[in-house]
């Protein structure tokens, strides 16, 4: 049986850096996005024409209340099992006035980056609150911190869990709790009723990490558990993650990379320990997605547990999917919900576990509200709050730098006005005669006779 090597120091990873200069938000735009986007598939996608719209009226930042009441379809996200598709929307009657896209999704490129700006700023000065001692500190914004032995448990010396919500190991009182993840948790703005969408947002493991996270899993994730991995091991020939756990691949000594020993140096002084093992893998949409079932065999359970690790390979780091991509994004989040157990956080992660991370978790929440009916007259009577620029708050309140970047945050309005434009049947033939914005990530549209990535 073959078992994780005795860990080692290594040199330390580059850092990633997170802060971003106040005067950036009116400045001309240099971020970029992959634009040699290859079709692999003859026929045409669905998710195509990702444009903002231009310059409008900028929604308000006051929470939603007193919404008017809609007949919403199927959920689609959700953590309480397997939904069913969402029903077509139904045609408008003479008492039901037609869908009205949210103002909060008509706002211009550099409206959206001013509200990214608004969020930066808003983090540093939690950061600051976190850091005094006097009356105007606040402990809740508090950094946690462990003693430099411990070092390279953390990936980027920049990226660290706010102390008040890190997720805590359950070992003795004496022993090193910490493993580099937060936990979230994310309510729905228009209806209470709804449970929460829950997650453990991760960096990508180093080795010295391994067996904290899988203890993490164990102690937090029943069976069937879910990890959603967004970033390859290395991406321009720098470790982004490292592998944590068997491929099943063959060795060079022999044999086949299939059961990992975990904990079997004791590092708790409580004996837990447990087997990890490869049971089978599958490429999906394309290569796109690896699908891998684990076995995790705690010492003294009857019964292994089932982990579901899915690895996304097409998302670059600090970027966006590309056009094509987007089908494949999606069927990713629709796979992780459909083999977590109900009620189970899933485990998120890229390589610091705040970028792609916050993306896809902010994404998937917003779509579950686009699913459930709520914004078809969202704006109703009254204009109402930016719900993109409100739930990367919300998670930046749980965890540090989430959506890192505005290419990243621009996405999630792109994505949110494309799918609801979709579900509605409403054809944005504004956006269609205009001039494309300077660097914005280009997405034919599916009814036109050829795609060509954008250049800029």
Not at 201 to 215: C, E, I, L, N
Not at 331 to 357: F, Q
Request: glycine share 4%; hydrophobic share 35%.
């Amino acid at each position: 049986m073959d078992k994780i090597p005795k860990f080692r120091r290594k040199p330390k990873p580059p850092v990633i850096e997170t802060a971003i200069d106040r005067n950036a938000a009116m400045a001309s735009e240099n971020l970029s996005v992959n634009d040699s986007v290859q079709r692999t598939h003859h026929k045409m996608l669905p998710f195509k024409s990702l444009r903002l719209r231009g310059p409008s009226k900028r929604a308000r930042d006051s929470p939603p209340s007193d919404l008017t009441p809609t007949t919403p379809s199927a959920v689609v996200v959700a953590q309480d099992g397997i939904q069913s598709p969402p029903r077509p929307a139904r045609p408008a009657s003479v008492n039901q006035p037609p869908p009205v896209l949210p103002a909060f999704l008509t706002l211009s490129q550099q409206d959206i980056d001013v509200k990214y700006q608004e969020l930066t700023w808003a983090e540093r000065v939690r950061v600051a609150q976190g850091m005094r001692d006097d009356d105007m500190g606040d402990a809740r914004w508090t950094i946690y911190k462990h003693a430099d032995t411990h070092e390279k448990m953390d990936r980027y010396i920049n990226i660290k869990p706010w102390a008040y919500n890190r997720v805590k190991l359950k070992v003795p009182e004496t022993e090193f709790d910490y493993v580099n993840a937060s936990a979230i948790t994310l309510t729905s703005p228009t209806d209470p009723n709804k449970p929460p969408l829950r997650y453990f947002a991760m960096q990508g493991p180093t080795v010295s990490s391994f067996d904290h996270v899988w203890r993490m899993i164990a102690e937090q994730c029943p069976s069937p558990a879910v990890i959603v991995q967004l970033t390859n091991m290395i991406e321009l020939d720098v470790v982004k993650c490292d592998q944590y756990f068997p491929m099943g691949d063959e060795l060079p000594t022999g044999g086949h990379d299939t059961v990992w020993g975990v904990n079997d140096y004791n590092l708790w002084n409580d004996n837990w320990r447990a087997d990890l093992t490869f049971v089978s893998v599958e490429e999906l949409a394309g290569g796109a997605i690896e699908k891998r079932k684990l076995h995790l065999h705690i010492q003294g359970e009857k019964e292994p547990r089932v982990v579901w690790h899915f690895l996304y390979r097409r998302w670059p780091d600090f970027g966006v999917p590309t056009s094509d991509e987007l089908d494949s994004f999606l069927e990713l989040m629709k796979l992780s919900r459909e083999h977590s157990a109900p009620s189970t956080p899933r485990i998120i992660h890229c390589s610091a576990g705040v970028g792609r991370t916050g993306t896809f978790i902010c994404l998937e929440h917003l779509i579950r509200e686009l699913n459930s009916g709520y914004l078809a007259r969202y704006d109703l009577p009254v204009e109402r709050a930016d719900l993109v620029f409100q739930a990367v708050d919300v998670l930046r309140q749980q965890r540090r730098g989430m959506v890192q970047g505005e290419v990243q945050y621009r996405f999630i309005y792109q994505v949110m006005r494309k799918l609801w434009q979709e579900k509605y049947g409403i054809v944005d033939e504004e956006a269609s005669s205009r001039e494309p914005a300077a660097k914005r990530l280009e997405v034919a549209s599916p009814f036109a006779g050829n795609f060509r990535p954008s250049t800029n």
